[in-house]
């Protein structure tokens, strides 16, 4: 196996990780948001903003994923 689709695996690994551990600030930062927003009478706004947890997940996930597949590619 070649050195730089290893360096793109544990990159891809350490992204992964990396969002993964700042998962619960956008979760609870969310939870407030969303519940200043119903509070406030926003409830439109309450449900784009309970949304952003399923985006971010798609998108660190997705950049990981991207990582590895793009190493997985290379020959």
Known sequence: MDTDKI???IMAVVVL?????ILPTILTS???????A???????VEAIIKLLPLVSVIG????AGLIAWQASKKS
């Open 7 to 9: 360096t793109k695996i």
């Open 60 to 63: 660190g996930v997705g950049v």
């Open 17 to 21: 990780v990396a969002f993964l551990a």
């Open 30 to 36: 969310t939870t407030a948001a969303a519940t200043a």
């Open 38 to 44: 119903s509070t406030g009478g926003f409830t439109d």
